[in-house]
């Protein structure tokens, strides 16, 4: 017995608005989380994102 996937067809409109609004929602969540944690914070997640993609600090 083979199984049959059927796949609906995506307007354009659908299609630009779902990436727009992922987009939207990652960067509002990235400035929420900076506009709220200390600098110290900061500080150290940018030190320790540096270091783990090998670039130099400091």
């Known amino acids: 017995m083979q199984s049959q996937t059927t796949t609906l ?3 354009g ?3 630009r608005i779902v990436p727009a609004a992922a987009a939207l929602l990652l960067g509002l969540a990235l400035f929420l989380a900076s506009g709220f944690a200390g600098a ?3 500080h150290n997640s940018t030190h320790d994102t540096r270091h783990a ?6």
């Open 9 to 11: 067809p995506v307007s």
């Open 13 to 15: 409109t659908a299609a």
């Open 40 to 42: 110290t914070v900061l």
């Open 53 to 58: 993609f090998g670039l130099p600090c400091h």
